[in-house]
Structures are given as C-alpha cells and as structure tokens.
C-alpha cells in the first residue's frame, strides 16, 4: 500500500522559512510524480509544485517561483519543500500527493494523483 507523510510544518514568522517533508512507502518503482498542494482555510486546493524523479523536472506555480524550491531524495523516497520568505497568506494545510509509475508532472496534475498524504499544517504568523 502506498504511503505518503508530511512533515515539518508549524508556526513561523513572516519572511522566515521552513522545510516540508514528504516521506514515500509502500513500492518499489524509481518512477513516479510527487506534488504539493495547499488548502487554506474556506479556499479551494490549489498546486504549489510538482517533481518528476525519472527526469528531474520540476513545476512550480506562480506564486511559488523564486520562493520555493522542490527537490527529491530518491534513494529514500523522500521529496522536500524548500519555502522561503514566507507571506500570511501561505498560511494552509499542505499535502503531498504522488503517482506511482512512468508519468509525467503535466500528466499527473492534469488527470489527477492518485494518492495523498494526510497533511501539515503551515501557519505564517507574526
């Protein structure tokens, strides 16, 4: 069974940084999309980033460029969310979410992931 953990989440203040976590278990295959997404209160998901680890390709959305950066461990299977200079309004829950086998990021967000992580909690704060 697949499996996904976050981590790494909490209080921070504006223009601080923190460094999410998303652990992958449950199969064997190098090939596979990881992405993030957040949910603030009363808003709609929306996509933060996404990597592919056959090719290292990375997507992140508008409000993401040049303060976040994605990266991925695939020896351990563990896909990190670099977020700098962080607003209030980043302010969510963040899942990651991944498919599993040959795909692309394009791919994966446009028809779907197919499995998801429960979620941490990111609170910028003064």
């Known amino acids: 069974e697949v499996q996904l953990m976050e981590s790494g989440g909490g209080l921070v203040q504006p223009g601080g940084s923190l460094r999410l976590s998303c652990a992958a278990s449950?199969?064997?295959?190098?090939?596979?999309?990881v992405g993030w997404f957040r949910q603030a209160p009363e808003k709609e998901r929306e996509t933060v980033s996404c990597i592919s680890s056959s090719d290292d390709f990375r997507y992140y959305s508008d409000f993401a460029k040049g303060r976040f950066s994605i990266s991925n461990d695939n020896a351990k299977k563990i896909v990190y969310l670099q977020m700098n200079i962080l607003k209030p309004e980043d302010t969510a829950v963040y899942y990651c979410?991944?498919?599993?086998?040959?795909?692309?990021?394009?791919?994966?967000?446009?028809?779907?992931?197919?499995?998801w992580g429960k979620g941490t909690l990111v609170t910028v704060s003064s």
């Open positions: 449950g199969f064997a295959s190098n090939d596979y999309v």
């Open positions: 979410a991944a498919v599993i086998g040959p795909t692309t990021c394009n791919m994966a967000l446009y028809y779907g992931m197919k499995h």
